[in-house]
């Protein structure tokens, strides 16, 4: 069983900055993904930024230029900073972690989620 946690979440004003971290803890092999994704009222979960561990990078459009999704590999921590804030970045924010369970057999889950709220 693994568990993610996100934490960071909070009001910041529009041209601000957040970190938000996302820690997994529990039984696995290896982490092979990690993934930001966002949810505002009334709209789908959206992909924010992925990075895999080989340390290659995904970034949704709205994200490229203002937001860094890093990892800590020793920590089984990742991170999403966010700059230059918009009202429309307003959302919840969830962790997947994709990792191994074994040799061939793998698994993802889902944190409970981070509100951020960017007020203009």
């Known amino acids: 069983q693994v568990q993610v946690v996100e934490s960071g979440g909070g009001l910041v004003q529009a041209g601000g900055s957040r970190r938000l971290s996302c820690a997994a803890s529990?039984?696995?092999?290896?982490?092979?993904?990690w993934g930001w994704y966002r949810q505002a009222p009334g709209n789908q979960r959206e992909l924010v930024a992925t990075?895999?561990?080989?340390?290659?990078?995904i970034y949704a459009d709205s994200a490229k230029g203002r937001f860094t999704i890093s990892r800590d590999s020793a920590k089984n921590t990742a991170y999403l900073q966010m700059n230059s804030l918009k009202p429309e970045d307003t959302a919840v924010y969830y962790c997947?972690?994709?990792?191994?369970?074994?040799?061939?057999?793998?698994?993802?889950?889902w944190g409970q989620g981070t509100q951020v709220t960017v007020s203009s």
């Open positions: 997947n972690v994709g990792y191994r369970t074994g040799r061939t057999t793998g698994s993802s889950t």
């Open positions: 529990g039984i696995f092999f290896s982490i092979n993904a």
């Open positions: 990075v895999n561990s080989a340390g290659s990078t």
